[in-house]
């Protein structure tokens, strides 16, 4: 099993960057896949980032490019580096665990895109 603590969200400006983290703890952080995911206000949560035990990565196409996704494994650490945020990223952010049938989600943390 493996809980996840998520921090580092908050208010920004467009333009601006933040750093999201998910720390693992339980179970051997480095055998999962880890995913993060955003749900926009009154909107679906859907995935945005992948990165895998092999630390191969995807994006979904409104963040390629801008954000990016990776881990410390000795840190038990998941970590997505948002840049040039616009205000359609305000959205509720959660780290996602999976490996197999095992699935543990972060807590979510809120992040608002405004001037």
């Known amino acids: 099993q493996v809980q996840l603590v998520q921090s580092g969200g908050g208010l920004v400006q467009p333009g601006g960057s933040l750093r999201l983290s998910c720390v693992g703890s339980g179970d051997e952080f480095s055998t999962y896949n880890i995913n993060w995911y955003r749900r926009p206000p009154g909107m679906q949560r859907v995935q945005i980032a992948h990165i895998g035990v092999d630390n191969s990565t995807t994006y979904s196409r409104p963040v390629k490019g801008r954000f990016t996704i990776f881990r410390d494994n000795a840190k038990n650490t998941a970590y997505l580096q948002m840049n040039d945020l616009k205000p359609e990223d305000t959205a509720d952010y959660y780290c996602?665990?999976?490996?197999?049938?095992?699935?543990?989600w972060g807590q979510g943390t809120q992040v608002t895109v405004s001037s």
């Open positions: 996602r665990a999976d490996r197999g049938y095992y699935v543990y």
